[in-house]
């Protein structure tokens, strides 16, 4: 890989934010917690819509890379590759092509092109355009609550990109050259994978990745990137910017992104692998060399940035707007953590039989 997709990072960044909205004990982190896996692919798949290959091997016909970083050569023979399309109906469109119809829908305010940028939406405005697809999603996608776990995690894929990304103010992680480089991200990711996920947080990263790749594409994503005709709440409020032409399309990327992610995963959790040297352990020559640091000088470069700092920043940014959004939607208040009887108390109740003896 060489280059990190972004996975790690938004997995990270939703579990904080989970963690942050369960200490403000807001009834939308009961639902992301019991719909786990769904609200971390929201984290991900909800934006990163170019999630899939960027090349294919020509000598073993492998996919290789990840859609929009350029792939020079294979990864498995140093041979060439050739650009990989998905192709639709007959129509051929590359990662790049998808990734300028469809980002800037899904972000909502970074990623647009110049011609469709009067759809961007203001941060101002986002708590309201969230709270709109919530109560979209309460009564036109339930009543089940995996849909509004997903919408969650998109949440936070679009907060969490704005403040990395400097479109939002907030947030000041300065590493080698910058906040969002492509040397700075393996560094971020690795740090966030073993430092922070593994010894701080006890993660079971290969257990979380696995089984967000295993989720479904979830109807609300088009709704919510305004792919479709207007409709709900979000299209009587925010009636602009919709594009119902594209709809052909849309469904099949997302579909692609699903299937690419559940091989891509494996990759990932390789990549992140550490190996023992005489030094400590090390991270693979691929990312050495993308960064021009081991491991150890990696971990060192984090702790003189304040490194957590800026993840604590980013939990509580996502904690913010989910505050902000369940003021906007106070149904979400019914969606607390069950409060059903708990097993000792269906014992105080049920261990008599209907004879009046007590059950052993």
Same mark, same amino acid.
């Given at each position: 890989?060489?280059?990190?997709?972004?996975?790690?990072?938004?997995?990270?960044?939703?579990?904080?934010?989970?963690?942050?909205? =369960?200490?403000?004990?807001?009834? /939308?982190?009961?639902?992301?917690?019991?719909?786990?896996?769904?609200?971390?692919?929201?984290?991900?798949?909800?934006?990163?819509?170019?999630?899939?290959?960027?090349?294919?091997?020509?000598?073993?016909? =492998?996919?290789?890379?990840?859609?929009? /970083?350029?792939?020079?050569?294979?990864?498995?023979?140093?041979?060439?590759?050739?650009?990989?399309?998905?192709?639709?109906?007959?129509?051929?469109?590359?990662?790049?092509?998808?990734?300028?119809?469809?980002?800037?829908?899904?972000?909502?305010?970074?990623?647009?092109?110049?011609?469709?940028?009067?759809?961007?939406?203001?941060?101002?405005?986002?708590?309201?355009?969230?709270? !709109?697809?919530?109560? !979209?999603?309460?009564?036109?996608?339930?009543?089940? %609550?995996?849909?509004?776990?997903?919408?969650?995690?998109?949440?936070?894929?679009?907060?969490?990109?704005?403040?990395?990304?400097?479109?939002?103010?907030?947030?000041?992680?300065?590493?080698?050259?910058?906040?969002?480089?492509?040397?700075?991200?393996?560094?971020?990711?690795?740090?966030?994978?073993?430092?922070?996920?593994?010894?701080?947080?006890?993660?079971?990263?290969?257990?979380?990745?696995?089984?967000?790749?295993?989720?479904? /594409?979830?109807?609300?994503?088009?709704?919510?990137?305004?792919?479709?005709?207007?409709?709900?709440?979000?299209?009587?409020?925010?009636?602009?910017?919709?594009?119902?032409?594209?709809?052909?399309?849309?469904?099949?990327?997302?579909?692609?992104?699903?299937?690419?992610?559940?091989?891509? /995963?494996?990759?990932?959790?390789?990549?992140?692998?550490?190996?023992?040297?005489?030094?400590?352990?090390?991270?693979? %020559?691929?990312?050495?060399?993308?960064?021009?640091?081991?491991?150890? %000088?990696?971990?060192?470069?984090?702790?003189?940035?304040?490194?957590?700092?800026?993840?604590?920043?980013?939990?509580?940014?996502?904690?913010?707007?989910?505050?902000?959004?369940?003021?906007?939607?106070?149904?979400?208040?019914?969606?607390?953590?069950?409060?059903?009887?708990?097993?000792?108390?269906?014992?105080?109740?049920?261990?008599?039989?209907?004879?009046?003896?007590?059950?052993?």
């Amino acid at each position: 890989m060489g280059r990190m997709s972004g996975i790690v990072g938004h997995t990270l960044y939703a579990l904080l934010g989970l963690r942050a909205a =369960e200490a403000r004990n807001l009834p /939308v982190a009961a639902l992301c917690q019991r719909h786990l896996a769904s609200y971390l692919a929201g984290a991900y798949l909800g934006c990163d819509i170019q999630a899939m290959p960027e090349a294919i091997c020509v000598e073993t016909g =492998e996919e290789v890379g990840f859609g929009t /970083v350029p792939v020079e050569k294979s990864p498995y023979t140093g041979g060439p590759v050739r650009p990989f399309h998905l192709v639709v109906h007959g129509a051929d469109f590359s990662p790049r092509q998808i990734h300028e119809l469809f980002y800037g829908r899904s972000h909502l305010v970074l990623g647009w092109r110049k011609e469709d940028r009067p759809s961007a939406i203001p941060w101002d405005r986002l708590p309201a355009y969230f709270a !709109d697809v919530v109560r !979209d999603g309460l009564d036109s996608y339930g009543p089940g %609550e995996r849909p509004l776990a997903y919408v969650f995690g998109w949440m936070v894929h679009v907060v969490s990109d704005a403040l990395i990304k400097g479109v939002r103010s907030g947030l000041n992680l300065r590493l080698l050259d910058g906040q969002y480089t492509p040397r700075n991200r393996p560094i971020q990711d690795l740090v966030s994978f073993h430092e922070v996920g593994r010894k701080e947080l006890g993660l079971n990263w290969p257990a979380l990745l696995t089984d967000l790749a295993q989720t479904p /594409v979830e109807p609300i994503q088009p709704h919510y990137m305004r792919v479709g005709i207007p409709d709900g709440a979000l299209g009587r409020e925010f009636g602009d910017g919709w594009a119902p032409e594209k709809a052909w399309l849309l469904e099949p990327v997302l579909l692609e992104n699903h299937r690419f992610l559940r091989r891509y /995963v494996p990759a990932v959790l390789a990549e992140m692998e550490l190996h023992q040297t005489p030094a400590g352990p090390d991270c693979n %020559e691929n990312l050495r060399k993308t960064t021009g640091l081991s491991y150890p %000088e990696m971990v060192e470069l984090t702790q003189k940035a304040d490194f957590r700092h800026s993840l604590w920043q980013i939990g509580a940014a996502v904690a913010d707007m989910f505050t902000a959004v369940v003021q906007g939607e106070p149904r979400l208040f019914g969606l607390r953590a069950d409060r059903s009887p708990s097993w000792d108390e269906l014992a105080r109740r049920w261990r008599k039989t209907s004879r009046g003896a007590t059950a052993g």
